[in-house]
């Protein structure tokens, strides 16, 4: 299975300024080209290690989730990477291999590798090995319920679970679930969404969840608020809350992306 990952490197002096970035009121896209090194982010207590940072609360737009492609060199890593006891983390590594504990628990991951780890956790991780790892950090503040009890930390894989195929679409758009959608305890999902050539959504979805959608694999026609965009490979599309999306894909190989959205909870009447 193969994963983008940002462009790196900085574009030459002749090049021409021309992608697909924008930021709207209803949505942004942050094309792969832009993840060069001029923009990248240096974070407290990690060493050897690089982040893009592509999503962010910003009142007004998307308020609920942060989103890292995260960049750790040989021997590089954290001790203590999150700053905020009551952020819950999900980490998809997208290339090489990175070394991870939570709590005593140690745990290997390659790419397509998953983890979720709970608020207020233990957690560190680490390159061992000689090459560049590259993983997506999903950061949100845990909306804990009276009567629920949190969930618990655990590590999966892409290659682990096998797709749900959507209803009435004979196979070519399933996803990739690794939260069962009716388990309460969790207040947010991160799957990953699977279209064949030709697949699409077939109306323009409007719903409450905010998105992030960092194209893993293939390309497509997304339709965002008014305006249809081709996305590909590292591509990241963020969406607030009610804007219209809709998608078809057109490439041969599969067009895969990484979707965040915020779940199975009321919404907040006052900050």
């Not at 008014?226 to 590909?232: G, M, S």
């Amino acid at each position: 299975m193969r994963y983008a990952t940002p462009a790196r490197g900085l574009p030459p002096q002749d090049a021409k300024m021309e992608s697909t970035e924008v930021f709207t009121d209803a949505y942004a896209v942050i094309p792969r080209s832009t993840m060069t090194d001029i923009v990248a982010s240096n974070l407290p207590f990690w060493d050897k290690t690089r982040a893009w940072i592509i999503a962010r609360p910003l009142s007004g737009f998307a308020e609920t989730f942060a989103q890292y492609i995260v960049e750790i060199a040989p021997n590089g890593g954290s001790d203590a990477p999150e700053p905020d006891a009551t952020a819950q983390a999900v980490l998809f590594v997208v290339e090489g291999q990175i070394d991870l504990w939570i709590g005593d628990e140690f745990y290997q991951l390659n790419a397509g590798g998953y983890a979720y780890i709970p608020a207020d956790t233990t957690w560190r991780v680490e390159n061992s090995s000689s090459y560049t790892a590259t993983f997506h950090w999903i950061r949100k503040s845990y909306e804990a319920v009276d009567g629920i009890n949190p969930p618990d930390a655990f590590v999966t894989s892409d290659q682990a679970v096998t797709p749900t195929e959507m209803p009435d679409c004979d196979g070519v758009w399933s996803t990739t679930r690794f939260v069962d959608p009716s388990d309460m305890r969790h207040d947010m999902h991160v799957n990953i969404v699977t279209f064949q050539k030709g697949g699409l959504i077939p109306f323009l979805e409007t719903h409450v969840m905010e998105h992030g959608l960092y194209v893993l694999q293939g390309e497509a026609d997304y339709k965002l608020n008014e305006d249809w965009v081709h996305v590909v490979p590292g591509d990241f599309m963020w969406l607030r809350a009610f804007c219209p999306q809709a998608c078809i894909a057109t490439s041969e190989e599969p067009f895969r992306y990484l979707l965040y959205k915020d779940v199975n909870r009321h919404p907040r009447l006052k900050l």
